[in-house]
């Protein structure tokens, strides 16, 4: 398995532009989850999706921030527009169901708002 | 509401110097334990895990021991490397679907 694919590996954009992150959870995993981490903070959960149904999106920061997952196999987080405060590396990461199983993390999008 | 509180950082060991990293946890029900490890530039990984009391997790001579009357779960390891070289987050699953993150423990071990 190619674990929890992310793409970009890094984003540097303008200020008041669109960026959208991807992710490709791991096949079979009923849950998806957006991590944000930046020094100040660590690690904050911005939304979860169980079966591709946002449940959870009490952590997503503004309105600026919006999060899709159309099928089991994709999930989107925009952000529109963009800020320097949103600088941060976005972890994308997917479980099976159970309290039992960990988390498997992608390598994370490095964004980088100028 | 269930959470985990690690020890602060930063920690500096020389190699092969024994690592204890403090981890207790609040939990209602009976949660499962986990340990990740973060190397630079690189997302989080499992390291290790327990999913009862008295439950042992090990992994690359790391090793943790669930505790339910101290309701901890401390990384320890014998003899550490550079390679450890990493931040390290102590978690927990509970009775709902998220996790919670320890604030990270950021190792260094100096040859």
């Known amino acids: 398995d190619a674990g929890v694919i992310q793409s970009p590996r890094h984003e540097v954009t303008e200020m008041g532009q669109e960026v959208t992150l991807r992710c490709k959870p791991i096949s079979g995993h009923d849950y998806l989850f957006w991590y944000r981490q930046t020094m100040m903070r660590g690690l904050e959960l911005l939304i979860y999706f169980n079966n591709n149904v946002p449940i959870d999106d009490s952590g997503m920061p503004e309105d600026r921030f919006s999060a899709k997952m159309p099928n089991a196999s994709f999930s989107t987080l925009k952000i529109q527009p963009s800020e320097p405060r949103d600088s941060a590396v976005y972890f994308c990461?997917?479980?099976?169901?159970?309290?039992?199983?960990?988390?498997?993390f992608g390598s994370g999008t490095r964004l980088t708002v100028v | 509401g269930d959470s985990v509180t690690q020890m602060e950082g930063p920690v500096t060991l020389s190699e092969e110097a024994f690592l204890t990293i403090n981890c207790t946890y609040t939990a209602t029900g009976y949660p499962s334990l986990f340990w990740y490890v973060q190397y630079p530039g690189e997302g989080l990984q499992l390291l290790l895990k327990a999913t009862k009391a008295d439950d042992k997790g090990s992994n690359k001579g790391f090793e943790a021991t669930y505790r339910k009357e101290t309701t901890s779960f401390h990384l320890e390891k014998g003899s550490v490397q550079v390679s450890d070289s990493a931040v390290y987050f102590c978690?927990?699953?509970?009775?709902?679907?998220?996790?919670?993150f320890g604030t990270g423990t950021s190792l260094t071990v100096i040859p």
């Open positions: 978690a927990l699953s509970g009775t709902g679907n998220q996790f919670y």
């Open positions: 990461a997917s479980r099976e169901q159970g309290a039992n199983y960990g988390y498997t």
